[in-house]
């Protein structure tokens, strides 16, 4: 006669094949090959979103995620220009590689200011970064501004070398003198970078404006004698 043990195991067996054929095992969620970067005719498209092309309501249904939108700025010193300001879109742990995504959104400074003006939430970081939330309201607008740049923080590391074989060797190198490398590739306007410790960052950018919004940025935040 059976013991104890052998009951449980049938009964175990059991439980799981009735599981199997009500809930079957779907397939993990993994992260796209290489995040499907693309380049055609001086367009770029991550993840099937192309950059000035689709508008985040975009990116949110094809990604189907639930964004944290707020714009970010300085704290003006007296006697100082208005500082820049900034609209992000942030997705956070996408697939089952954990990656973080950041959307730049292209809005006119009316609106940004109107954003400002609002100080819905505002945070002041310690060095000196704002973020202020959006108002309800404004959702429905935001959601048909387009995509100006994307940003991947990476939850899980790739391999540079496979990087390379599929989109080729970057056309510079610059250590910033604080542990990080960037891989410069102006054609796909990405500066992909390599941290010593922590997660890699892939920023992309309309390649038109690769200079004006990676590059000439970059250099001017390099330490003295970094290169």
Do not use: C
């Amino acid at each position: 006669m059976p013991d104890n043990w052998t009951y449980r195991i049938i009964a175990g067996l059991t439980l799981a094949i009735i599981l199997y054929v009500l809930f079957p095992n779907s397939e993990p969620d993994r992260r796209p090959n290489l995040w499907s970067i693309e380049h055609i005719d001086n367009t770029i498209s991550v993840l099937g979103l192309t950059i000035n092309h689709h508008s985040l309501q975009d990116a949110l249904t094809a990604l189907k995620a639930t964004p944290d939108i707020a714009l970010f700025t300085t704290r003006q010193k007296q006697g100082d220009p208005e500082p820049d300001m900034h609209l992000e879109a942030f997705l956070a742990d996408l697939y089952d590689e954990g990656d973080s995504i950041i959307l730049g959104l292209d809005a006119n400074p009316e609106f940004l200011q109107h954003i400002k003006k609002q100080a819905y939430q505002p945070q002041l970081f310690p060095n000196n970064v704002i973020r202020v939330g959006v108002q309800e309201e404004l959702i429905p607008d935001i959601l048909n501004l387009p995509i100006h740049n994307i940003t991947i923080i990476t939850g899980t590391s790739i391999m540079f070398e496979d990087f390379k074989e599929k989109l080729g060797e970057p056309e510079k190198l610059i250590n910033d003198g604080v542990g990080n490398a960037h891989f410069l590739y102006p054609a796909l306007g990405l500066d992909f970078i390599q941290p010593a410790n922590g997660a890699q960052v892939l920023q992309f950018v309309d390649p038109a404006r690769f200079d004006e919004d990676l590059f000439k940025p970059l250099m001017q935040s390099l330490p003295k004698g970094a290169i």
